[in-house]
């Protein structure tokens, strides 16, 4: 392995971040991580909790729906205490949505999504709940993720490695450049009250729908659309398997069960604010008619709890040379191009499903721009136990 | 429930056994996670504290609201009737800053050689090839809220891994393991140190009932 022992910064403790620093310590960097308040505080504690196989986006964009295969077969392997897999089935209700079977079957198909109808009298074997109406059903391979902690077993993995340092509770309030690099970044550590300047050799942006903010900080304007979405729990599980409906991806058309609960999700507005404190009443209404009409008697369960998250959608951007990975659904941008800063790359969009090939990106392309040959080890390697983060000395600020 | 505006009057214990009040408007239809967000983002920057799912899966967000041991996510503004919210770090842990308190002690001890179980509903269905069994998290979501509540504060491994290791015993088939288990529970600081105030079954926010899965180590102890 090539010597390495340079020191990035990541900006960011969601998902992405995570998963970019526990790729960057098994190539041998050093990494701090930044946070502002507990890690997956932000977008990531919060999403539906879908281990998409990407069945949902075959239709729409076969390169992403492949790379969903690849990584949440991935996933499986090495987080399976994060996943409950027992598989999903896509439901067609009406003849509209029967419409698209033949060619949602062999969208997934051509993603290399093993897909496979069967008889909707062996559907309500699997799922006793389904609306007795359901014209067609496809079994394929999604699953349940615990979105903290998938997160934190990535986590565990990069304390591990003992090259990481996860600095949670801590603020970036400035980047500090000098001629066409980034020194250091400020932070205020919300804990002691105090400030700390941090050094590094490379920053990396990962604060998903707050990632336009932070790159102001830095002058740079990225432009990145806050879309949140609502979710909605109820009392008891109603299914095992995730229960998508067959049709064009929608809004509340995911059932996906957890524990003792079922979450229906989600909805779609563009906010400018990535912070939301609003869960609309119309969203919680229609989610809840959506999913009536897959599982009739959702309308018996309890209410347990609805709540809202944002995505971080990429916006448009002048330089296409600058926006990698167009082909996917995350955006990683080098600021030398566009920006003239030689050692800060942003990474804005994607799934928690896609997390470690975010990782895998960002880290090539900081190798790359080092002139460093490391190899991604993460594909294969069994990330310890989310537990394992604790143990390694869970305290605000971990060495 | 009819969605209303209001104000509410939140006291934060900070450092150092101080409080700090703040009055926000909120929708009364969200949560006291939701409202130390709105704290948060536009009184003071500076309160901490855990939180991640909003919909009382990771554990993160316990706390001592209004002297109880509750999830702040899953504490809905509208049940405080004379809008005054006290909120509190759990005790029997280390505190880490404000209401972040370091709960590895607990989660350093649970048992558990993996976090799925089987799910309780379709048991006898069909399964599609490559399931055998359709599985679920446990659910215990590590938040410590039994611990916290606890009268018995010496001496005791606690409540959530007691139900840890009972729920382990359930699921292991090798002899030598659960032998070790079952020592682990009946050395003194296990089952016998427990009071049997059972207020761990009361505050346990995913019914985990930890009070009971440790009179089910007893009745094991008894017929040992
Ligand atoms: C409604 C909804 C449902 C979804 N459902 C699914 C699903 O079922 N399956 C799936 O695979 N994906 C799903 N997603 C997508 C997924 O949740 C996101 O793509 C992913 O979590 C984004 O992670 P992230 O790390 O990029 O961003 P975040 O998790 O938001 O992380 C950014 C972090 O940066 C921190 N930060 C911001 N500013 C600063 C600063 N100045 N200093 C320090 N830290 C800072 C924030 O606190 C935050 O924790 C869903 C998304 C939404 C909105
Ligand atoms: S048993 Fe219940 S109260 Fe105790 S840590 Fe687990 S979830 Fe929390
Ligand atoms: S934030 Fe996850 S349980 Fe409350």
Redesign the pocket.
């Known amino acids: 392995m090539t010597h390495n022992n340079n020191h990035v910064v990541i900006?960011?403790?969601?998902?992405?971040?995570?998963?970019i620093m526990y790729d960057l310590c098994l190539r041998g960097f050093k990494v701090t991580l930044?946070?502002?308040?507990?890690?997956?505080?932000?977008?990531?504690?919060?999403?539906?909790?879908?281990?998409?196989c990407g069945a949902r986006y075959a239709m729409g964009d076969k390169n992403i729906a492949k790379e969903?295969m690849i990584e949440s077969a991935i996933l499986r392997n090495i987080a399976p205490n994060a996943i409950e897999y027992n598989m999903g089935m896509f439901v067609a209700l009406n003849d509209d949505d029967m419409q698209y079977k033949d060619l949602f079957i062999q969208s997934c198909l051509d993603a290399d999504i093993p897909a496979r109808e069967i008889p909707t009298s062996l559907a309500f074997e699997y799922e006793k709940e389904l609306n007795k109406n359901i014209k067609a059903s496809v079994l394929v391979p999604d699953g349940t993720?615990d979105?903290w902690r998938l997160?934190i077993s990535f986590a565990a993995g990069a304390l591990k490695t003992k090259n990481a340092e996860i600095k949670t509770y801590?603020?970036?309030?400035s980047i500090n450049k000098k001629f066409n690099n980034i020194e250091s970044v400020t932070?205020i550590n919300h804990i002691t009250h105090k400030k700390e300047i941090i050094k590094a050799d490379a920053f990396i942006n990962?604060?998903?729908?707050?990632?336009g903010?932070?790159a102001k900080?830095a002058d740079i304007d990225l432009s990145v659309s806050p879309?949140?979405?609502?979710?909605l729990a109820a009392k008891k599980r109603i299914s095992n398997m995730v229960v998508s409906r067959l049709h064009k991806a929608g809004d509340g058309d995911?059932i996906?069960p957890q524990r003792q609960l079922t979450i229906i999700?989600?909805?779609?507005w563009i906010s400018d604010n990535?912070d939301i404190n609003r869960v609309p009443q119309e969203d919680i209404d229609f989610l809840q008619q959506s999913a009536i009409d897959i599982f009739p008697s959702f309308k018996y369960l309890e209410y347990h709890t609805a709540w809202?998250?944002?995505?971080?959608l990429f916006g448009k951007h002048n330089n296409t040379e600058d926006v990698r990975n167009l082909s996917r659904d995350?955006a990683t941008i080098d600021h030398k191009i566009n920006d003239n800063i030689d050692n800060m790359i942003s990474?804005?969009?994607?799934?928690?499903?896609?997390?470690r090939a975010?990782g895998e990106v960002v880290s090539d392309l900081l190798c790359k721009k080092m002139g460093l040959d490391i190899q991604c080890q993460t594909s294969t390697i069994i990330l310890p136990n989310y537990r394992e983060y604790y143990r390694r000395g869970y305290n605000g600020q971990t060495n | 429930m009819v969605k209303q505006i209001k104000s509410y009057s939140i006291s934060i214990r900070r450092n150092e056994d101080s409080y700090m009040n703040f009055i926000i408007e909120m929708d009364n239809s969200l949560t006291v996670i939701d409202a130390l967000d709105e704290i948060r983002k536009k009184i003071d920057s500076s309160i901490t504290y855990r939180h991640s799912c909003h919909h009382g899966s990771c554990g993160t967000c316990a706390c001592i609201i209004n002297k109880k041991e509750r999830l702040a996510c899953m504490c809905f503004l509208n049940e405080f009737e004379d809008n005054k919210i006290i909120i509190e770090p759990l005790t029997s842990f280390k505190i880490i800053s404000d209401l972040v308190v370091d709960i590895s002690t607990m989660i350093n001890k649970l048992e558990g050689s993996t976090y799925l179980r089987e799910s309780e509903i379709g048991k006898d269905s069909i399964k599609p090839n490559g399931i055998l069994n359709w599985n679920r998290f446990e659910n215990c979501i590590e938040c410590g809220s039994c611990v916290s509540a606890c009268p018995v504060k010496s001496d005791f491994i606690g409540p959530a891994n007691l139900a840890s290791i009972d729920r382990e015993i359930s699921k292991q088939t090798d002899e030598k393991v659960i032998k070790n288990l079952k020592n682990k529970a009946f050395k003194n600081n296990g089952v016998d140190a427990c009071d049997k105030h059972y207020l761990c079954s009361k505050v346990c926010p995913t019914k985990v009932y930890p009070g009971k899965h440790i009179n089910n180590l007893r009745k094991i102890k008894s017929k040992n």
Do not use: D, N, Y
């Open positions: 900006i960011g403790g969601g998902g992405t971040a995570i998963a930044i946070e502002k308040g507990e890690l997956t505080s932000g977008t990531t504690g919060r999403h539906h909790g879908q281990l998409h969903c993720i979105p997160a801590h603020e970036v309030i932070v990962a604060g998903g729908p707050w990632s903010k932070i900080l879309s949140p979405g609502t979710m995911i996906v999700g989600s909805t779609q990535p809202a998250a944002a995505r971080p995350f990474i804005v969009g994607g799934k928690a499903t896609t997390l975010m």
